[in-house]
């Protein structure tokens, strides 16, 4: 399944790359998200996050193109898939599902601003449920996205690796 390798000058530079990009997806998403949430304020976490987030998903779109068009191993539909796989897991957030997730909150940042978040009761009111209900729908997505895309680096990554061991000098 996995392709022969050839010698050639784009390997180490191939692998710094696939790294950067592979660990860079991985720490941001699995390290540094969760303690953000943990450590800031709510407010002050989705500011971070949506400054972040635009360029985090245009890298999860473009690394995976790059490592296919630099890719040390012949070609193979295998290894060139699950880089698809990858950049359109990164296309799907930044196109679709960012700018859907933002809208919500905006929304809900200005039911919020409006004093309209809670009823007399004290109670959210059903268009606050209802909003945070879509958020968490979409957020839920996005995030399922990002593990398929982080995944299929990993996926490619062992690829590489078992490649890279054929490797002869």
Known sequence: MICSLGLNTRVPYHFLFYSLAFGGSAFYSFIVSPLVFKKLPREEFSNLQNKVF????????????????????????????????????GALNYFWLLPVCQKIKEQRNQLVADKADVGADGEPTEEFKTLSKQFGKYHGISTLVNMVSILSLAVYGVGLAKG????TI
């Open 164 to 167: 890279l061991t054929k490797l």
């Open 54 to 89: 635009p360029t985090y998903f245009q890298g999860q779109i473009i690394a995976p193109v790059i490592l296919a068009l630099t890719q040390p191993l012949a070609f193979c539909p295998f290894t060139l898939g699950v880089l698809g796989i990858s950049s359109i897991g």
